[in-house]
């Protein structure tokens, strides 16, 4: 309808003319806003005095106290610290772990090959967050309750990775490898020169996809934590903002946004790689 | 027999390669599992004593405990909330950025972010929303004169409460991949059915629809997945309160074992999910993989 009332309207005046937006693009909108809502008024409410939690005033004054009071009443940097070595530690393991089993899918005439393959891919759908009564038992065995190894390593070996490496090094011709052979390049050597390097794109996708899924993971990590030395911060802002603890708001939405800061900046910052690997690691 | 050798090589050295993933995968996802299952037959022992087989006792148990039902009937429903509402509002929110739209990286963005966020985060801010005495929805109501609502604190609400918010989380993520599909669909469709006159609606229905199945099956999927997987989210709402009204399987699962210490009760419901999660892998792997070839 708008369309064609615009399209009657001769070019010029219509450049000019204030057009009435259309149905479709003030639902887009309308559903936009409401979905950014949430996020806007935690910030709202981080930066404004506890008193302006639901009154809203442009000239409300802005203050840091909420952060101030929320780094003050918890050991953030300790979290942050936590979490930082988690990330980097449970992405660089994966990427070795998986990177070595995706070559040996791709390339080895390994016997049962095709079954063990079908065997990894059942961990895409039973994750350790699943068998949390089991692997607190063996996490305790193996001495690694409330350490940062031991919210990490249950994830190293990802079905996810090994199946988006291989898939990745199953596209790359034979002859490269061959031609690196020639060259007297032995396996580690074709692996480090020929594949790793033409997956750039596919580490790149899992490497984004990881560091937002485990900055983001909860339920295992509270399992196995149980001091602050080894808490990330999730875990760390879930204690902090329990209700029962009486925090206040102003203060707890400070802290929220303290813990999504950086994957937050960097998503806004990178978008479009962020939804790139999202989608080139969710396509199969 | 030298090429015999050298095969032979080949796969020891292919075998020594999957070592690390094998040891790892057999230590966090295979032995858990099983010892889940031969969990489940047991009863914990007391005061040291060695645990006690008791057949299939804790799946009688289980069969009689009336919350496990609730649970199981709470996780349906939330399944059955969350899945249809944030798969039709991600395909309407990838049709809008897929469109011409003034604003439309703004919109996008807008749309991704939840995304990004944990699921402690999301809760807590929607805790701001849900909040009795001091929450932005009961002041709103009260604004326009209305009574409040116990958002999370009423047993007929606070379900509903619950799924709102992980719709809010979900559907971004799902509308990106509608939208990578959208944008392979050659336009060339669009502008033939133009020229016959089709109108929007059923061009929609007779091919964008269809073509966009195998990204619904897709999302499906991971939809299903997330329904059982992830509670982080009551452990700030709810704790699966009032009275078990919002308690998923996986919360039920993490309070016998973490907070009534009945580590074999919390295995044999944690087979309950297993077995959930076995029929949604069947499904991928038969129903959905058939279609779709990768070598």
């Given amino acids: ?284 | 027999m030298m090429i015999q050798n050298a095969d032979r090589r080949m796969q020891i050295y292919g075998a020594l390669l999957l070592l690390p993933a094998a040891v790892l995968l057999g230590t966090f996802a295979y032995l858990p599992t099983v010892a889940t299952l031969i969990n489940s037959f047991f009863l914990p022992g007391f005061r040291g004593a060695p645990p006690e087989f008791v057949g299939l006792e804790n799946y009688a148990m289980l069969v009689e405990d009336r919350t496990f039902w609730r649970v199981a009937r709470n996780n349906l429903i939330y399944a059955l909330g969350t899945i249809p509402t944030s798969i039709a509002l991600a395909l309407g929110m990838a049709l809008f950025v897929n469109a011409r739209l003034p604003g439309r990286g703004f919109v996008r963005m807008a749309y991704f972010t939840p995304t990004i966020l944990p699921m402690i985060a999301a809760a807590n801010i929607w805790m701001f929303f849900y909040a009795p005495q001091i929450g932005l929805f009961n002041k709103l109501l009260g604004a326009l004169g209305l009574s409040g609502v116990n958002w999370l604190g009423d047993p007929s609400v606070a379900l509903t409460s619950v799924i709102v918010m992980t719709v809010w989380k979900e559907a971004g993520f799902f509308m990106i991949f509608y939208l990578a599909a959208l944008q392979s669909i050659p336009p060339e469709l669009k502008e033939a059915s133009d020229l016959e006159g089709t109108s929007r609606w059923s061009f929609f229905w007779r091919v964008t629809f269809p073509l966009l199945m195998p990204t619904t099956l897709f999302v499906l999927i991971n939809a299903l997945i997330n329904a059982v997987r992830v509670v982080d989210h009551l452990f700030i709402l709810t704790k699966g309160g009032p009275n078990n009204a919002t308690n998923l399987l996986l919360y039920y699962v993490y309070e016998n074992a973490f907070s009534f210490f009945d580590r074999t009760y919390a295995a044999t419901i944690t087979v309950v999910i297993l077995l959930v999660l076995a029929v949604v892998a069947t499904l991928k792997f038969t129903v959905i993989d058939r279609r779709t070839h990768y070598q």
């Fill in chain 1, 1 to 284: 309808m708008n369309r064609a009332m615009n399209r009657a309207i001769s070019p010029a005046a219509s450049r000019f003319a204030l057009r009435v937006p259309s149905l479709e693009t003030t639902a887009a909108w309308l559903l936009a806003i409401i979905w950014i809502f949430p996020l806007l008024y935690a910030i709202w409410a981080a930066f404004h005095p506890p008193a302006y939690m639901v009154r809203f005033d442009l000239f409300a004054p802005i203050t840091l106290d909420n952060f101030a009071n929320a780094w003050a009443q918890a050991p953030f940097a300790r979290y942050y610290l936590n979490t930082f070595l988690l990330v980097t530690g449970v992405v660089l393991a994966q990427f070795v772990v998986c990177t070595l089993a995706a070559f040996a899918f791709a390339r080895f005439p390994i016997p049962g090959r095709d079954v063990l393959f079908m065997l990894v891919l059942i961990q895409l759908f039973v994750f350790p967050e699943v068998l949390i009564v089991e692997n607190y038992r063996i996490a305790s065995g193996l001495g690694l309750v409330d350490t940062i190894t031991g919210i990490g390593l249950p994830y190293v070996a990802s079905a996810f990775g090994i199946f988006l490496l291989r898939q990745t090094f199953k596209t790359i011709p034979r002859e490269l490898e061959e031609a690196a052979r020639v060259e007297g390049c032995g396996w580690m050597a074709i692996l480090l020169k020929v594949y790793v390097p033409l997956a750039k794109p596919t580490y790149l996708a899992y490497g984004l996809v990881s560091i937002s899924h485990h900055w983001n993971n909860f339920l295992w990590p509270l399992v196995v934590t149980n001091s602050v030395e080894s808490r990330p911060l999730t875990v760390g802002l879930g204690i902090f903002s329990a209700p029962e603890t009486g925090v206040n708001w102003a203060t707890v939405s400070a802290a929220t946004l303290l813990s999504i800061a950086p994957l937050l900046v960097a998503f806004l910052l990178f978008q479009r790689q962020f939804v790139q690997s999202f989608l080139r690691a969710g396509i199969r």
